[in-house]
């Protein structure tokens, strides 16, 4: 990562510079389906506490990696390591179907873009919450409702309509609940997968302010993947960018967006301003 | 030298209608969800001449073990003398041999739909349970194929979750029959649709139950002495029908499963489920001597 940056951005840059040991590490990640080959040799690193944003176009590999990190999905080839406490699990794409789903269900959070990905429509918003509780093991019913309101109250949604159907909700509402159901268990790690696309502009502001405050109070570490620069630019620490399955560009935000190098990200900072 | 002098006289060989290949393979299966309590084993139901739906599973499992030194029970809702339960009673007994009762702690097997007998089984007995359904994630997972990979998970979030919805909806748990447990910690079952009340008869019980549903194709076992628990949160105790209070009209019976019979005006009558048990404590009243087992409930409290 080169350092030749602005004062003003090596000044931001410096104390995360400084962090040692990322939390989640992904090496020479691959992945072919068909003839297409949506991820190339890609390295990830987060640390904690930090928002790493993932920007590209449409079929950049993205989402696909994102799926990877949630272990969704198994790379042709490639290591994905997460340091958790009091846990080494080693290569995760190593694991069993049923060791990756309780690692996931403890540890990893994710919002999807589409709300039918994430929820279970028919249910109450509180049950969408109270399942994740469900997976990992709580049993008693006023634990689960208690930590439903918590995680609801936390992610700004109504609780007045805790038990209202999502399909009865509107799309923020909808992308809260999914919020809720994410933080449920205090994540290590929170994957946003375009979380505000087709959402309008107010509520897409009201998501974002909940997420940043999300990230400042609980120290939540996140991973933004957008084709969003603003929403990117307004989130992230960091910023990988992605073109036909490769990172073409990593750095620091304020690096990437002031003193773009790829002639890709130049393009695509130039078309947002 | 005839023929008949180097032949042993004629004698059956197999019993039970099933030939010896069908029987083969139901036994395997049989040993096999012994081996795994609860865990659905696929078989090829074979046809017997009965509908689908009429008890088919359960009746290929009894054929399976009858011999003619069985003696079997047939009951339908706790009925011994209902047309599909004697029908049944009589078919395994003409194809086998074995014979037949309405005592329970006559039989050798019992062959029950949707209702576990009141009096106690013993460990020389076996339970077969005739089941529609046994695909507890059915309601939750339509597909059979992630069905079974939730069962290899133990990923039972969604089932939860759906005990947790009918609390937020209705204040309290309101699944009837077939109310989803776990057996021996590890696999969750739908007990066929035997009522609440039943189910804590299946918890480390002496006898052996097989599950057996012909039209789905699988049976799963509850071996003996097997914990059977129902799935329940830690602060909503599992429940069963209030049945503790009421009286049976006709055998003066109470403290166990009733059922409930509309009567003129409005207003409801009670009869004993469990018709044998009725009919055994009328013999008993009017001087007979009839023995009456050792029930799982006694005063309406569970205590088997």
Do not use: D, K, L
């Given at each position: 990562m080169s350092l030749d940056m602005s004062p003003a951005a090596l000044t931001r840059a410096t104390p995360r510079l400084m962090r040692a040991e990322p939390l989640l590490t992904m090496r020479d990640i691959s992945k072919t389906y068909g003839d297409v080959r949506a991820l190339r040799h890609v390295d990830a690193t987060v640390y904690p506490g930090e928002v790493m944003g993932i920007v590209g176009e449409s079929g950049s590999g993205k989402s696909t990696l994102l799926r990877m990190m949630n272990l969704e999905d198994t790379p042709d080839s490639g290591d994905y390591t997460l340091r958790l406490p009091n846990r080494d699990d080693g290569n995760l794409f190593d694991l069993t179907r049923y060791e990756r789903r309780m690692l996931c269900a403890r540890h990893i959070g994710i919002v999807y873009q589409n709300p039918h990905l994430g929820l279970l429509m028919r249910h109450s918003s509180s049950g969408n919450v109270a399942e994740r509780l469900l997976i990992a093991g709580e049993r008693s019913f006023d634990v689960l409702r208690t930590k439903a309101r918590e995680a609801l109250d936390a992610s700004e949604f109504p609780l007045s309509r805790m038990d209202a159907r999502p399909i009865e909700l509107s799309g923020g509402m909808q992308q809260r609940v999914q919020l809720a159901k994410a933080i449920a268990l205090e994540p290590a790690l929170l994957l946003l997968d375009e979380p505000t696309t087709g959402l309008d502009v107010s509520v897409q502001a009201l998501v974002l302010d909940t997420l940043k405050r999300l990230q400042r109070d609980r120290k939540i570490t996140m991973v933004l993947v957008s084709h969003d620069l603003g929403v990117i630019r307004t989130m992230a620490d960091r910023v990988m960018v992605m073109r036909h399955g490769e990172v073409v560009e990593e750095g620091l935000a304020d690096q990437v967006f002031q003193d773009p190098q790829h002639s890709y990200t130049q393009q695509l900072v130039h078309a947002k301003l | 030298m005839s023929l008949s002098s180097l032949t042993k006289p004629w004698a059956a060989t197999s019993y039970g209608f099933l030939d010896a290949s069908a029987k083969r393979e139901l036994r395997r299966k049989m040993l096999k969800a012994i081996a795994v309590p609860g865990c659905q084993m696929p078989y090829a139901s074979r046809e017997v001449p009965m509908a689908r739906g009429w008890g088919t599973g359960g009746l290929q499992v009894t054929l399976t073990l009858v011999n003619p030194t069985s003696v079997v029970k047939v009951i339908d809702q706790g009925a011994d003398d209902g047309v599909n339960a004697a029908s049944i009673r009589r078919f395994i007994s003409r194809v086998s041999g074995a014979g037949e009762t309405w005592d329970t702690l006559a039989a050798s097997i019992v062959q029950s739909r949707h209702r576990v007998p009141e009096e106690v089984m013993r460990e020389d007995q076996i339970l077969v349970l005739q089941v529609p359904n046994p695909e507890p994630l059915r309601g939750v997972e339509p597909n059979i194929s992630i069905a079974r990979q939730m069962h290899a998970d133990a990923d039972y979030g969604k089932l939860w979750l759906t005990l947790y919805e009918q609390i937020v909806r209705k204040g309290r748990i309101m699944q009837g029959a077939g109310y989803p447990s776990m057996v021996n910690g590890r696999h969750v079952m739908t007990p066929s649709p035997i009522p609440r009340w039943d189910v804590p008869k299946l918890n480390m019980a002496k006898h052996l139950t097989f599950l057996s549903a012909g039209r789905e194709k699988r049976l799963f076992a509850v071996p003996p002495f097997t914990r059977v628990e129902p799935l329940v949160f830690s602060d909503r105790p599992y429940q069963v029908e209030h049945h503790a209070d009421l009286t049976c009209r006709?055998?003066?019976?109470?403290?166990y499963f009733m059922n409930e019979l509309p009567i003129d005006g409005g207003g409801s009558a009670f009869e004993v489920s469990d018709s044998n048990l009725g009919i055994k404590a009328i013999q008993q009243a009017e001087g007979a001597a009839v023995e009456i087992g050792k029930t799982w409930y006694r005063n309406g409290e569970f205590s088997a």
């Open positions: - | 006709r055998s003066g019976v109470s403290g």
